[in-house]
């Protein structure tokens, strides 16, 4: 692994790059040292096969686009691609249910396009995933080549039965999510940039409470808490939330983490210092749509374009609030340590192939089609001279953000699986901000700001290692783990609500005995005995630090 990334990583791009469109008519065109793997075109097409693909549904399609079966990137990729595609839309937040129901009624896709292990794991236990081996070695050209030239791929996609059932792609690694805070209220309302998740807790009631943007009115909330916010919430209190984390270097649950997580958010839910529907957001859309209208103070969120979080969310807000100034903040320490938030994994497994698919081979060849550097530069960037123009390295530099998020911002779930690090240099997300474009500039000094604060390792991760290389658990306990991970989640939720009449106590004891009851000894033991035995042979966090700490000095 470390060979690997030391040899490999001249190449990196955000598991957020984002931003691109195309005509249903038009092709970029590869760099000449981008795509030597790209099969020369017949002047007789090969027939097509059909297929169906799964794709998350994200609710980000403006209406005059069309849906997720039949927009302009639809349209491209079956008039360019080698196969007739169906796309079926996946809600991204009910995609486990969603799984379920298509794979129960025999009508699944051919592909599936899934990042979550607890999800594709047991379908490769129940044989529903088709094994990839030899169906890669006979017809593949592209995605075979990434295997040759990331052997970590390759060895993160193998199962201990042999067989690849997965498909995946290499990445830069970024901070996932952010702490944003609004600077000009902390200004006006004299306080210091939180330290604490007490000092954080201060703040976000002084900004609920002290009218901060100065209408004379009490509209503000000092912090958001729905959907993604309230993880961000758990890292800090290192909240392994569904997973492991590390306590005392052996994995834990760390119920104690979650306690304390939950007092804080009951605390500021009691003090009506957040929305009091939080609950009801269930995509965050409210949430964010508050902030960018200069209604929030604190917002901790997922960050799925640091581009369009740091240069196109600032100038909309801007639109609402001239004087806004944000900045991203460190994690506040909390009682039980400092923390970062989540980072994207450098080797990601993302898709598979339904074993009943009729056509695999048409599926293989599709999978390779969309792992072209061509391919992925048109649904990354777009049409150059249109969306994106050339800088000074040959990497593209976007024209127009507004042009591009609303034409193509919610087309990179078509690129789930595509190797972002075979754009060489141009991996970098640095390289999507043009510093000459002022907005822009301040863009990339958040960008860079947050990734000083972030990817540090002298501070904890919440996790035992990257989330989704932790193991998910064999047949026999998955069962149960899936039926008391949602009472777990309730019995929290329930506490952070109910305000005198359930604690984060008796949440503590109810959701101790629950994991007790559901076998939750026997789903410990599994865990600690795989990190006794793997954790020095699989990719955990010091294998992240070398790679983040490569890729830092590929960037100067």
Known sequence: MKKWFATSLTMALSTSMVLTACSTKATVQPSSSANSTTPTASTTPAKKGDISVSVYDRGKIP????????????????????????????????????????????????????????????????????????????????????????????????????????????????????VFVRADWLKKLNLDVPKTTEDLYKVAKAFAEQDPDGNGKKDTYGMALSFRSEFAIDMMFGNPVELYGLVNDQPSRAFENARLATEFKKRLFDEGIIDKDFVNDKNGAKAKQDFLNGKTGIYPTFVGSWFESTVTDIQTLKKAVPDADVIPIALP????????????????????????????????????????????????????????KKDANGCPQIIDPNKSKAEVSWADDYAHFYSRLLLGKCAFIQNQFNPEIPEQKAGLDMFNKAGALYLDSTKKYRFVTLQELIPTFPKDLQPSFNTVKKQITDTWLKAVISGDKYSADQAYKDVQTAWDKAGGKQMDDFIIEWYKTSKDSSFMLKDLWETVAKQAQMKK
């Not at 989540?342 to 009729?358: E, H, L, R």
């Open 63 to 178: 209406a005059a686009e069309g849906t997720l079966e039949d927009n302009r990137w639809s349209k491209f990729i079956n008039e360019n691609g080698p196969a007739n595609v169906k796309y079926v839309p996946i809600p991204r937040n009910e995609a486990a249910q969603k799984f379920n129901v298509l794979f129960a009624s025999g009508s699944a896709p051919d592909i599936i396009n899934e990042f979550d292990p607890n999800i594709l794991n047991p379908l490769i236990d129940q044989k529903q995933l088709m094994p990839l081996n030899d169906l890669i070695e006979k017809n593949s050209v592209e995605y075979k080549k990434v295997l040759q030239d990331y052997p970590a791929l390759k060895k993160v996609a193998t199962s201990p039965d042999g067989n690849m059932y997965k498909v995946g792609r290499v990445l830069e690694s970024v901070p996932s999510y952010a």
């Open 333 to 388: 320490k909390s009682p039980v340590g400092e923390f970062i938030p989540d980072v994207t994994s450098p080797v990601q497994m993302t898709t598979a192939i339904n074993a009943k698919t009729k056509d695999p081979v048409a599926a293989i060849k599709y999978i390779d089609y969309m792992d072209r550097v061509s391919t992925g530069t048109s649904l990354l960037f777009g049409v150059e001279g249109t969306h994106y």
